[in-house]
Antibody, heavy 119, light 113 residues
């Protein structure tokens, strides 16, 4: 079955960096756009970034304005893996980060990785 | 940005009764070239990630019970649960994918009365 498993979450100080990874299985990873979506504690959902299926030369990525210039989404189709490099983290980036398949409607979602930004 | 506004924020319904959740977008999410509404609905149970229920405003995902249905067009959409079951207790979100940034409604919490 389709499975997405996030890793790399944790506690980081403001201004710090963290890299999330998502291991995908059960489907042809290279055929699908992939997304990161976050949910602050007790709050709603915010699209963070998505990345196209294309090879390195023409890959398309989208970023929310709130993370543009600080976060980088990438993928390794050979490893069936999705990544989110998060730099210059802010307290307001504290959230559960979901790896998800697709970029319009999303299904399925991983269980999420908690990122806490606090001093 | 397209703002998605759901109503009500919370809803309590008796088991077996129907439930209706509304979603309004700040601009149309209907693509007139293909007559498709770029609107999805998700269910999020406590401690779980969201689960896709409906896309293209009214297409039910395989395996989703047929008591769930989506309707509407343009800027006004509805998720209807025809006969509430205990397992339907959750927060429900609408989401537009007509234009970036793709945006979600604030969520509607559905409880048992």
């Amino acid at each position: 079955q389709v499975q997405l498993v996030e890793s790399g979450g944790g506690l980081v100080k403001p201004g710090g960096s963290l890299r999330l990874a998502c291991a995908a299985s059960g489907f042809t990873f290279s055929d699908w756009y992939m997304s990161w979506i976050r949910q602050a504690p007790g709050k709603g959902l915010e699209w963070v970034a998505y990345i196209s299926t294309s090879t390195t030369s023409d890959r398309t990525a989208y970023y929310a304005d709130s993370v543009k210039g600080r976060f980088t989404i990438s993928r390794d189709n050979a490893k069936n893996s999705l990544y989110l490099q998060m730099n210059s983290l802010r307290v307001e980036d504290t959230a559960v980060y979901y790896c998800a398949r697709g970029h319009m409607w999303i299904q399925p979602w991983g269980q999420g990785a908690l990122v806490t930004v606090s001093s | 940005d397209i703002v998605m506004t759901q109503s009500p924020d919370s809803l309590a319904v008796s088991l077996g009764e129907g439930a209706t959740i509304n979603c309004k977008s700040s601009q149309s999410v209907l693509d007139s070239s293909n007559n498709k509404n770029f609107l999805a609905w998700y269910q999020q149970k406590p401690g779980q990630p969201p689960k896709l229920l409906i896309y293209w405003a009214s297409t039910r995902v395989s395996g989703v019970p047929d008591r769930f249905s989506g309707s509407g067009s343009g800027t006004d959409f509805t998720l209807t649960i025809s006969s509430l079951q205990a397992e339907d207790v959750a927060v429900y979100y609408c989401q537009q994918y007509y234009g970036t940034p793709y945006t979600f409604g604030q969520g509607t919490k559905l409880e048992i009365k």
